[in-house]
């Protein structure tokens, strides 16, 4: 049985990034509480982390909505300047570094689960059967109806599961690339270093179904039969391209 890993929830209440369509404050708010209660409603076990980049406290709303529960509050201001030029996968990068070097819950962890505040993962116990000690995470890809014309187009950032060494050693400084006025975010940084390194078995051989409300698109996540039969579409054309093999995740042996 895999211990269930901190969860370090990324959030900026007050948004520096232009390209973002949930702006209101009080909504990103009510959002994150929201999927935080989603959260418990798939385990009551989960040890969470919300960090703030634009230091926002969520302590006392935490400890009034959960008491009792573990829920660590941290909050700093992001770089703003460079949020607003460069993006919020900038911000982001600066989240989770922060996250990594004040928080007792990751401190004191070997790996963690990364999602974004607004949303949560219905499916979390199955992709969490996965867990190969390194990183598990979706990917998006483009193709022309034959797996022969694929092309790694970008990582789901959104959500995913990874070894706290691992992430300080591949992708720590993966926001500094962030480009967003062209066209190059965070999810390009990450695949560009996945192909560089050429990282192997990362991608979870069943999509994660990332639920909740996306603060850049403004748009609410719904996974679809459609969804379903294009993520399954996806990953039989993985399986028969020998330039993609590799990157599916291998499956345990699962009891």
Request: aromatic share 14%; proline share 2%; hydrophobic share 40%.
């Given at each position: 049985?895999?211990?269930?890993?901190?969860?370090?929830?990324?959030?900026?209440?007050?948004?520096?990034?232009?390209?973002?369509?949930i702006?209101?404050?009080?909504?990103?708010?009510?959002?994150?509480?929201?999927?935080?209660?989603?959260?418990?409603?798939?385990?009551?076990?989960f040890?969470?982390?919300?960090?703030?980049?634009?230091?926002?406290?969520?302590s006392?709303?935490?400890?009034?909505?959960?008491?009792?529960?573990?829920?660590?509050?941290?909050?700093?201001?992001?770089?703003?300047?460079?949020?607003?030029?460069?993006?919020?996968?900038?911000?982001?990068?600066?989240?989770?570094?922060?996250?990594?070097?004040?928080?007792?819950?990751?401190?004191?962890?070997?790996?963690?689960v990364?999602?974004?505040?607004?949303?949560?993962?219905?499916?979390?116990?199955e992709?969490?059967?996965?867990?190969?000690?390194?990183?598990?995470?979706?990917?998006?890809?483009?193709?022309?109806?034959?797996?022969?014309?694929?092309?790694?187009?970008?990582?789901?950032?959104?959500?995913?599961i990874v070894?706290?060494?691992?992430?300080?050693?591949?992708?720590?400084?993966?926001?500094?690339?962030?480009?967003?006025?062209?066209?190059?975010?965070?999810?390009?940084?990450?695949?560009?270093?996945?192909?560089?390194?050429?990282?192997?078995?990362?991608?979870?051989?069943?999509?994660?179904?990332?639920?909740?409300?996306?603060?850049?698109?403004?748009?609410?996540n719904?996974?679809?039969?459609?969804?379903?039969?294009?993520?399954?579409?996806?990953?039989?054309?993985?399986?028969?391209?020998?330039?993609?093999?590799?990157?599916?995740?291998?499956?345990?042996?699962?009891?």
């Amino acid at each position: 049985m895999i211990n269930i890993p901190p969860l370090l929830l990324t959030s900026c209440v007050g948004v520096s990034a232009n390209y973002t369509q949930i702006r209101d404050r009080t909504l990103r708010i009510e959002l994150t509480i929201k999927a935080i209660e989603k959260w418990n409603s798939i385990s009551k076990e989960f040890k969470i982390v919300i960090c703030d980049g634009s230091n926002y406290n969520f302590s006392n709303i935490i400890h009034n909505k959960f008491p009792g529960q573990q829920i660590e509050c941290l909050f700093f201001n992001n770089k703003s300047e460079l949020v607003a030029r460069y993006g919020k996968g900038y911000g982001e990068g600066e989240i989770i570094n922060y996250a990594l070097q004040q928080s007792v819950l990751l401190k004191n962890a070997d790996f963690f689960v990364k999602c974004t505040s607004k949303l949560w993962v219905d499916n979390f116990f199955e992709c969490l059967q996965y867990w190969n000690g390194t990183f598990l995470c979706d990917c998006y890809f483009s193709y022309m109806k034959s797996h022969k014309f694929m092309r790694f187009k970008s990582v789901d950032t959104s959500f995913y599961i990874v070894n706290k060494d691992y992430y300080i050693d591949h992708f720590s400084s993966a926001y500094l690339n962030v480009r967003e006025a062209q066209r190059h975010w965070l999810e390009h940084c990450f695949r560009d270093i996945i192909i560089a390194k050429e990282l192997k078995h990362f991608m979870l051989p069943v999509a994660p179904i990332v639920r909740g409300v996306s603060g850049s698109q403004g748009l609410e996540n719904r996974y679809s039969l459609i969804d379903k039969a294009k993520d399954t579409l996806k990953r039989f054309f993985i399986s028969r391209n020998t330039s993609y093999l590799d990157y599916i995740a291998k499956t345990p042996d699962i009891k």
